[in-house]
């Protein structure tokens, strides 16, 4: 197999599924021959469904149409000398897998915790960096470029990662090229699939309850998938009854939100 020249990190949100349509429907945007591009999704076995849903529906029809590659790999287990496993690696994609063997609700169940907030993400660099890192170290034969679709109010994320670039690997990041913030992408994807996509997550990720918007986001999406709501429930009460500081909002219990909000009953 041809080794890629190209890799999308593809994390199935707005702004990288903004990316990827571009590069599709407008070929001078291209960085090279779709032929030569691989598009790789480390799945954490948490992600919304409805998000899953809406790339199953939308994006996988246009890999198949136009034969891109598409990897989905997990971690194999907790630890390292687990691997990975590659869910599918095709370019007719049929189904999308966002469940691995070891997701990222049993990493946090086994060590009665939560993702923390505070420092670097530690949950998205062992479920998504270092997966990706390992699926790419068996996959590339030379230099390639790693696209990330960091927007272009993420300037200092972009920054962070360029300071992993090597001999092999530049770091590149076209949304911030292009001047594209979140909006763009969002108005972009609703001109080119008449839809509106969900901000990826995972259904437990207090980074999306950071905010005010980000927890009516999160609520309404509860009162929509009550079951994801109980995981979260579960998550945290397990992770406060060893450490009364581990909520999954800052500065409240998930489980008063909830019990706030009639919608959230079946939760």
Same mark, same amino acid.
């Given at each position: 197999?041809t080794?890629?020249?190209?890799v999308?990190?593809?994390?199935m949100?707005?702004?990288?599924?903004?990316?990827l349509?571009?590069?599709i429907h407008d070929p001078?945007?291209?960085?090279?021959l779709?032929?030569?591009?691989?598009?790789?999704t480390?799945?954490?076995?948490?992600?919304?469904?409805?998000?899953?849903?809406?790339?199953?529906? %939308?994006?996988?029809p246009?890999?198949r149409?136009?034969?891109?590659r598409?990897a989905?790999?997990?971690?194999?287990g907790p630890a390292?000398?687990?691997?990975?496993?590659?869910?599918?690696d095709?370019?007719?994609p049929?189904?999308?897998?966002?469940?691995g063997?070891?997701?990222?609700?049993?990493?946090m169940?086994?060590?009665?915790t939560?993702?923390?907030?505070?420092?670097r993400r530690?949950?998205?660099l062992?479920?998504k960096?270092w997966?990706?890192?390992?699926?790419?170290s068996?996959e590339?034969s030379?230099?390639?470029?790693?696209?990330?679709?960091?927007?272009a109010?993420?300037?200092g994320?972009?920054v962070?990662?360029?300071s %992993?670039?090597?001999t092999?690997?530049t770091?590149?990041?076209p949304l911030?090229?292009?001047?594209?913030?979140?909006?763009?992408?969002?108005?972009?994807?609703s001109?080119q699939?008449g839809?509106?996509w969900?901000k990826?997550a995972?259904?437990?990720?207090?980074?999306?309850?950071?905010?005010?918007a980000?927890t009516?986001r999160?609520?309404?999406?509860?009162?929509?998938d009550?079951?994801?709501?109980a995981?979260?429930l579960?998550l945290?009460h397990?992770?406060?009854?060893?450490?009364?500081?581990q909520?999954?909002?800052?500065?409240d219990?998930?489980?008063d939100?909830?019990?706030?909000d009639?919608?959230q009953r079946p939760?």
């Amino acid at each position: 197999m041809t080794s890629p020249e190209v890799v999308l990190s593809y994390g199935m949100g707005a702004d990288s599924t903004a990316l990827l349509m571009r590069w599709i429907h407008d070929p001078a945007t291209r960085p090279c021959l779709l032929e030569r591009l691989l598009v790789v999704t480390a799945m954490t076995g948490d992600e919304w469904p409805a998000t899953g849903q809406m790339v199953a529906t %939308h994006m996988l029809p246009l890999l198949r149409e136009h034969q891109i590659r598409f990897a989905q790999v997990a971690r194999g287990g907790p630890a390292e000398a687990d691997g990975i496993r590659v869910l599918d690696d095709s370019r007719a994609p049929a189904r999308l897998h966002l469940r691995g063997p070891w997701t990222l609700a049993d990493e946090m169940r086994a060590g009665g915790t939560v993702p923390q907030r505070a420092g670097r993400r530690k949950c998205s660099l062992k479920f998504k960096g270092w997966v990706i890192d390992k699926f790419l170290s068996g996959e590339i034969s030379g230099p390639f470029r790693h696209v990330i679709g960091y927007e272009a109010g993420e300037h200092g994320r972009a920054v962070r990662d360029a300071s %992993h670039d090597s001999t092999a690997r530049t770091g590149t990041y076209p949304l911030i090229e292009w001047g594209w913030y979140r909006q763009a992408c969002e108005s972009y994807i609703s001109v080119q699939a008449g839809v509106s996509w969900p901000k990826s997550a995972c259904t437990f990720c207090p980074f999306a309850l950071a905010t005010a918007a980000g927890t009516r986001r999160v609520l309404d999406c509860y009162a929509a998938d009550p079951g994801a709501g109980a995981t979260a429930l579960v998550l945290e009460h397990l992770a406060v009854s060893l450490n009364p500081r581990q909520s999954l909002a800052p500065g409240d219990r998930l489980l008063d939100l909830l019990a706030a909000d009639p919608r959230q009953r079946p939760a």
